[in-house]
């Protein structure tokens, strides 16, 4: 199982590429020969970077879909839109089409962002703007997502 974690600002040249910080780097050894996926992210205006070993994974849910159900194939269509294969070159740059780099307003300073599996790609601006409006009700947000792990209730407690 992947765990990525680190936030890291990086900048991206003027033709996409982007320098995968050493920290980073090390992280993504063990995968970084078979490629990644690059994709839009469905929540936010950023791309999400999958090994490709985590994307087979997804790619499997999805294949389970019935593509007898028009709502399926809509939604694969959407998800698989703008999917691209990137690879990390001699130098340790990943190049981001230009399409994508477009739909997450991306610019010079950018920002590389863990999440367990997937690393997020973020104009510095528009990541700074997203942690601060989430983590305005992050302490409801918790309680709502995590408080019910394991069903311990202190109702429970005698």
Same mark, same amino acid.
């Given at each position: 199982? &992947?765990? &990525?974690?680190?936030?890291? $600002?990086? %900048?991206?040249? @003027? %033709?996409?590429? &982007?320098? =995968? /910080? @050493?920290? =980073?780097?090390?992280?993504?050894? /063990?995968?970084?020969?078979?490629?990644?996926? !690059?994709?839009?992210?469905?929540?936010?205006?950023?791309? *999400?970077?999958? /090994?490709?070993? *985590?994307? %087979?994974?997804?790619?499997?849910?999805?294949?389970?879909?019935?593509?007898?159900? %028009?709502?399926?194939?809509?939604?694969?269509?959407?998800?698989?839109?703008?999917?691209?294969? &990137?690879?990390?070159? @001699? !130098? @340790?740059?990943?190049?981001?089409?230009?399409?994508?780099?477009?739909?997450?307003? =991306?610019?010079? $300073?950018?920002?590389?962002?863990?999440? !367990?599996?997937?690393?997020?790609?973020?104009?510095?601006?528009?990541?700074?703007?997203? !942690?601060?409006?989430?983590? $305005?009700?992050?302490?409801?947000?918790? *309680? *709502?997502?995590?408080?019910?792990?394991?069903?311990?209730?202190?109702?429970?407690?005698?």
């Amino acid at each position: 199982m &992947i765990n &990525i974690l680190g936030t890291y $600002e990086c %900048k991206a040249d @003027s %033709k996409g590429r &982007i320098m =995968l /910080p @050493s920290a =980073l780097k090390k992280q993504m050894a /063990p995968f970084i020969n078979d490629g990644f996926v !690059v994709k839009r992210s469905v929540f936010n205006k950023c791309l *999400e970077i999958h /090994p490709m070993s *985590e994307w %087979k994974k997804i790619v499997g849910e999805v294949n389970k879909l019935n593509r007898f159900v %028009k709502k399926n194939n809509d939604f694969i269509r959407s998800y698989m839109s703008g999917l691209k294969i &990137i690879h990390v070159d @001699s !130098v @340790s740059r990943l190049l981001v089409p230009k399409d994508l780099i477009a739909f997450a307003s =991306l610019d010079k $300073e950018i920002v590389l962002s863990s999440s !367990v599996n997937v690393v997020e790609v973020w104009d510095k601006m528009l990541y700074e703007e997203s !942690v601060a409006n989430s983590l $305005e009700n992050f302490g409801n947000l918790t *309680e *709502e997502v995590m408080g019910g792990l394991g069903n311990q209730n202190s109702n429970d407690i005698p």
